[in-house]
């Protein structure tokens, strides 16, 4: 199971962190990833966490999100920073490589 919390209305240029909280399987043996998915729009990946913390981005939020996990609370976290408007959608977090996905957390950047 994966349940994503941390959502939530935020002004251009303000900060969020989003969290993953993961059960039923062995956390450290897996990669997640984080998806998001604007009105519209196809779900598209954001960022990865491999098992030994290689981390890779979307060109779209380089040098703005960071992806990070810790083992022993069995978390995901994404830390967004320097937030747009077009950074607005529900954020989803998954087990990679399955099919397995989190409910999703909305995130929308206005002023």
């Known amino acids: 199971q994966l349940m994503e919390s941390g959502g939530g209305l935020v002004q251009p240029g303000g900060s969020l962190r989003l969290s993953c909280a993961a059960s039923g399987f062995t956390f450290t043996n897996y990669g997640m990833d984080w998806y998001r998915q604007a009105p519209g729009n196809q779900r598209e990946w954001v960022a990865t966490?491999?098992?030994?913390?290689?981390?890779n981005y979307a060109d779209s939020v380089k040098g703005r999100f960071t992806i990070s996990r810790d083992n022993g609370k069995r978390t995901l976290y994404l830390q967004m920073n320097s937030l747009q408007p077009e950074d607005t959608a529900v954020y989803y977090c998954?087990?990679?490589?399955?099919?397995?996905w989190g409910q999703g957390t909305q995130v929308t950047v206005s002023s």
């Open positions: 998954k087990v990679r490589f399955t099919g397995y």
């Open positions: 966490s491999t098992p030994d913390r290689t981390t």
